[in-house]
């Protein structure tokens, strides 16, 4: 059991401290171990060593070692910004599909049925509350059924005669109107239980083909529309027109389908649908506001120059031949069926809106001689501050050869409007 040497494990007994600093002195750097290398200390565990090459080794073990562990906190900090970057964007696609079903009951894209549906719905509401009597639900529901087998509109919402009554008013107002032109007369119609809330597109095109039917200019055009057709069968109208190459941009937006929907339409729509029937039109985009406050003058400058430019010369009242503008701004449209010159020069259009009942519009048939009623139909420049509008404008018909190339151009059109 002799004590053993702790370098080379040989057993030295009594002279273990002799034996050490002869045979291994030089490790210990002690003096007169007939070896004077200097010592090197590792900086990061303070091992002592005495070759600069093995130090460095040692270091870069360290290194290495560290470089690994540091390896695995990047990683863990990739991984963790992964995961937060993946929470965010499922965060962010589930505000987007909300957004976007919410954009879909908006637009009426949401499968929730359409004008039949929607009708049934609200009637069954009336009765449930007591406003409809049972009877009164089921004639209704068979006067819409058979309606709409027939693809015509019930004429339930529609007030005629409003040109002429407005015609008959200015002729004896004498105040502040100096000049005034009208469309050729345009019937009234106004959203139903049926479309309420998303129709308006459907009616302002009604009022449009109201105008254009007392046309005879267009009798070629619409001689398979003798009668006001109903909101479903516009929509089937428009699908055609899609059918047939127009717009399919704007189509695919519908999923090229619109039937038994509540889908809202806009000025492309109708441009497609007049132009599918060889009925010329344009549209023009008033994209931002061109006076103060976020007004449109040119807008008004426009309208004016539409149904003045074939009507100059002195009388005061210019019941003119030209169709009225559809005039769409976001989430709502209006028709345009007049527009007044004021004494001091100021301009107003006279709209009809689809979403005013009959009862107040039937007010202006019994136009007062102080005209209160056309509060109803009077915008000024100071009105109409929406971001933009685009309108819908008829200004004649098309030969096969002009249509089909406006179908063309809508391919075109549309598809440079996708960045």
Request: with cysteine; aromatic share 8%.
């Amino acid at each position: 059991g002799l004590p053993e040497c702790p370098f080379c494990e040989e057993a030295a007994g009594p002279e273990l401290e002799a034996h050490v600093m002869a045979r291994h002195g030089h490790l210990l750097g002690a003096p007169g171990a007939g070896n004077s290398e200097e010592l090197y200390e590792c900086p990061m565990c303070s091992l002592t060593c005495t070759d600069i090459q093995i130090l460095e080794e040692h270091v870069d073990l360290h290194l290495e070692e560290h470089s690994f562990s540091e390896g695995i906190d990047l990683e863990l900090a990739q991984q963790l910004q992964t995961e937060e970057h993946k929470r965010q964007r499922s965060e962010e696609e589930r505000r987007e599909r909300e957004e976007f079903k919410k954009l879909q009951r908006q637009y009426g894209l949401d499968n929730s049925g359409g004008y039949k549906q929607q009708f049934l719905r609200n009637m069954e509401r009336e009765v449930d509350r007591g406003r409809m009597q049972p009877f009164e639900y089921h004639k209704r529901k068979a006067d819409m059924m058979e309606c709409l087998a027939f693809g015509i509109d019930d004429g339930k919402t529609k007030t005629s005669g409003i040109i002429e009554a407005l015609w008959k008013y200015y002729q004896n107002e004498n105040k502040d109107v100096r000049h005034v032109w009208l469309s050729t007369g345009v019937d009234h119609f106004h959203s139903s239980l049926g479309d309420r809330g998303w129709g308006c597109g459907y009616r302002n095109f009604q009022m449009l083909l109201s105008s254009l039917l007392q046309n005879s200019l267009y009798n070629d055009c619409l001689k398979d529309t003798a009668l006001i057709p109903s909101i479903p069968k516009i929509q089937s109208m428009i699908e055609d027109a899609w059918r047939e190459g127009f717009d399919p941009h704007g189509a695919s937006h519908f999923n090229n389908r619109l039937h038994g929907s509540k889908a809202w339409i806009g000025a492309c729509e109708i441009y497609s649908l007049l132009t599918s029937l060889k009925i010329k039109c344009q549209i023009i985009d008033f994209h931002k506001p061109t006076g103060p406050m976020g007004t449109h003058p040119r807008l008004f400058e426009w309208i004016l120059h539409y149904y003045s430019i074939d009507n100059e010369g002195g009388a005061k009242v210019v019941y003119t031949s030209k169709p009225p503008i559809y005039l769409q701004h976001q989430g709502h449209s209006h028709t345009v069926v007049g527009i007044e010159e004021k004494k001091n020069k100021t301009l107003c259009l006279l709209l009809f809106d689809p979403g005013c009942p009959s009862q107040e519009m039937q007010k202006l048939l019994k136009q007062n001689s102080d005209g209160t009623s056309l509060k109803l139909l009077r915008k000024f420049v100071g009105n109409l501050k929406e971001k933009q509008y685009q309108i819908v404008a008829v200004d004649g018909v098309l030969s096969l050869e002009e249509k089909a190339a406006r179908c063309r151009a809508s391919q075109v059109l549309t598809s440079e409007k996708i960045p």
